[in-house]
């Protein structure tokens, strides 16, 4: 049988169209009204561009007074405490005037109540955060209200992101620390050896509709709200009294304000 | 190629060896492992998808929702049927398949699979709240 190059030609690309009709039947003939399932936030999520605390340091007088906050907050989050300095972890805890705003202020001698006073500090969820530039892997990332969060599936602890916070608010978890646990909460994942870990403002409670442990905790205390919303506790608390941000200066933008 | 009789001593003593376990469990089948659904499994009858997606995707399902949580924030699966699940492993995958041990483990050893979920997340929400 004599068969022209061009015929043959022809009926390999005639064959080639034809695998392609099913497929293409089978995705044109699929309901496009059909089910499919769908993801999004829960009913009682809790909104803002950009959230902030406030944190009135003149109703914290002493250790005790910052100390059920602490607690609170590193009980949810299951935050193992090590006797070994060098491996502590820490999501919010008090530190004193000048180590909190060395640099910013310059006076010599401070009232005696501020000098004694114990200041909160926590990851300040900065508008600017140089950890998430730092991050390789995008672990840390800047939510659209502007909560600094941790993805701590991707993080491979390299720990650029520690070194990049002016504010030595992330810890690194050097041992498993669920040994380390007193208690757990079962509601919360614990982390693994090898990953850093910090403050998210409580991500996994203001998709419930509740607002921090920290700020619950404080009973009025702290002011927790959108900084862009000039109806927010928050936001009119920074209207009415003079704060201080922690190292200003630095151009990240601190997202906790404290009233001195 | 005097050595021709050594060379073919080790190669068969090679075989023989790396093909030890071929012939050692030959004819013999490891049975597939059989799974145990927990009565509030058993009760709801199907899962957030159908069984059989369930069982050879499921992964799929877990990996979406990760992203879908940690990265955009968003706790709520509406699946098909229009049944809502708050979107955690631990505490609405493990809140029927509380039997962690006889359920995901099962399969697991069985395929060699190690999955890392449990170095953080919590194992059993129910046991011990």
Redesign the interface.
Known sequence: MDIRRRRILQLLGLSAAALTVKPVYDALAADPGAARPKLGPGREQLRAKQWVMVIDTRRFASEADVEPLIEACHRIHNVPRFELKRWEIKWIWATEYKHAFSGTSSDRFLAAAVEKRPFLVLCNQCENPPCVRACPTQATFKREDGIVMMDFHRCIGCRFCMAACPFGARSFNYTDPRPYLKHTNKLFPTRMKGVVEKCSFCAERLAEGKRPACVEAAGGKIAFGDLYDPSSEAHQWIRKNYTLRRKVNLGTEPAVYYIV | MKDKRWIVTGLVVFLLIVLFPFWYNRGRAVPPPEVKLTEKAKAEKECV?SRDYMKAEHMQILD?W?E?V?????????????REF??SL??TCLDCHANKAEFCDKCHNYASVRP?CW????E??????
Do not use: F
Request: aromatic share 6%; glycine share 6%.
């Open positions: 998808l979406l990760r879908t940690v990265r955009e924030g968003n706790r709520i699966y509406t699946n098909p049927k229009g708050v979107m631990s505490n890392y170095d953080c997340h919590i059993n929400p129910k046991e011990a709240r």
